[in-house]
């Protein structure tokens, strides 16, 4: 709900509307001619089943010819940032007087995947500190691994973009599947 509303604020005009739904199983009562998948979104759907589930709904919301475009992350560099040694920088960001910070704190390889660990810290207007540890995993994927699942769902592969890693980005590969 809070994105959602972030994101009606700054629309501002434009006619954009959000939906709040789980990405393996919707129905939006419409078609799209695009479909975008932000940085390694679908790498967090839990498997290949989870998958399987988004782009069996994406397919049914895509108008006949339309293009689904998913960034994965084929390959993370593991890291761990160790008492005393360099951090990459943290996101920081204020909103009404409270400030945001996430630190990546490591990247480690794990069965299937990768998990990603984040020191989230949010301190008040008044000052005191609320410090969170928070995890996420991301499933292990290859640009040909998701072309292949897509095809079962009625997709067929189009093309690939490679966008550079940068000393903030890790970098990714976006498969084009087309309805």
Do not use: K, W
Not at 3 to 29: I, T
Not at 89 to 97: A, H, K, L, Q, T
Not at 165 to 171: L, P
Request: one cysteine or more; charged letters at 25%; a neutral charge.
């Amino acid at each position: 709900p809070v994105l959602l509303a972030e994101l009606r604020r700054r629309a501002g005009r434009l006619a954009l509307s959000g939906v709040l739904a789980d990405a393996r199983e919707f129905e939006l009562g419409r078609r799209f001619a695009l479909c975008l998948v932000p940085m390694q979104t679908i790498q967090l759907l839990t498997g290949a089943s989870g998958r399987a589930g988004f782009l069996r709904c994406a397919r049914a919301h895509l108008e006949r010819g339309g293009l689904l475009a998913a960034a994965i992350s084929e390959q993370l560099e593991t890291y761990e940032v160790l008492d005393g040694s360099p951090a990459p920088v943290p996101d920081i960001c204020e909103r009404d007087g409270v400030l945001y910070s996430s630190l990546p704190t490591a990247v480690r390889a794990e069965p299937g995947g990768y998990a990603l660990a984040r020191r989230r810290e949010t301190v008040s207007p008044g000052g005191s500190l609320s410090v969170q540890e928070d995890r996420i995993h991301l499933d292990r994927l290859t640009a040909a691994e998701l072309e292949r699942e897509a095809g079962s769902q009625g997709f067929h592969p189009v093309g690939r973009a490679s966008v550079p890693a940068t000393a903030d980005y890790a970098g990714s590969t976006v498969v084009m599947l087309r309805a």
